[in-house]
T-cell receptor
Framework: DAGVIQSPRHEVTEMGQEVTLRCKLISGHNSLFWYRQTMMRGLELLIYFNNNVPIDDSGMPEDRFSAKMPNASFSTLKIQPSEPRDSAVYFC?????????????FGSGTQLSVL | GNSVTQMEGPVTLSEEAFLTINCTYTATGYPSLFWYVQYPGEGLQLLLKATKADDKGSNKGFEATYRKETTSFHLEKGSVQVSDSAVYFCALYSGGGADGLTFGKGTHLIIQP
């Protein structure tokens, strides 16, 4: 969906390097999710923001992972230091909780390869 | 807690075949149910949804009926096309923000010409 723009589309880095993934929201939403997708584990929720406030980060695998949402239209996911097992596709998704619908709009993802 | 179980893939069909992808769920209360589709190299997109028992969601020739008695939301299409090749995710939302949103592991569908 054009309302969620992720960058970069692809990132190749070496183990130990810092990686920053970015998510820009074009339309107004009150919730933002970071997901990680791998063949082995499928889609995993890493962290969830509501109205820019981190609500649930229990899915963040380790202290090496951190996420921020400084305003309603931008968020970052940082991995420092990166490890090969972090290789995955990372998705940002924006949601608008309306009654019984938590409909999500996904970005195109960032394919991360840590060598 | 909530959970969604989908049939494992890959599912390989010939063009114009009938498609069923099974999805069952466990949840507290009365969740909303969704099917998302992920085309190669893209993020997930909402395909269809149903918010209460016996509702039928439909889009692009795909259908799914919310069956509370069997806790199922199977995805069906009468005649698949090569362009339907993608990964399909069943999901539920039972309220309460992220805690209430649960995805299945996805089913990879391959349609051969």
């Amino acid at each position: 969906d054009a309302g969620v723009i992720q960058s970069p589309r692809h990132e190749v880095t070496e183990m130990g390097q810092e990686v920053t993934l970015r998510c820009k929201l074009i339309s107004g939403h009150n919730s933002l999710f970071w997901y990680r997708q791998t063949m082995m584990r499928g889609l995993e929720l890493l962290i969830y923001f509501n109205n820019n406030v981190p609500i649930d980060d229990s899915g963040m695998p380790e202290d090496r992972f951190s996420a921020k949402m400084p305003n309603a239209s931008f968020s970052t996911l940082k991995i420092q230091p990166s490890e090969p097992r972090d290789s995955a596709v990372y998705f940002c998704a924006a949601g608008s909780q309306t009654g019984r619908n938590e409909k999500l709009f996904f970005g195109s993802g960032t394919q991360l390869s840590v060598l | 807690g909530n959970s969604v179980t989908q049939m494992e893939g890959p599912v390989t069909l010939s063009e114009e075949a009938f498609l069923t992808i099974n999805c069952t769920y466990t949840a507290t209360g009365y969740p909303s149910l969704f099917w998302y589709v992920q085309y190669p190299g893209e993020g997930l997109q909402l395909l269809l949804k149903a918010t209460k028992a016996d509702d039928k969601g439909s889009n692009k020739g795909f259908e799914a009926t919310y069956r509370k008695e069997t806790t199922s939301f199977h995805l069906e299409k009468g005649s698949v096309q090569v362009s339907d090749s993608a990964v399909y995710f069943c999901a539920l939302y039972s309220g309460g923000g992220a805690d209430g949103l649960t995805f299945g592991k996805g089913t990879h569908l391959i349609i051969q010409p």
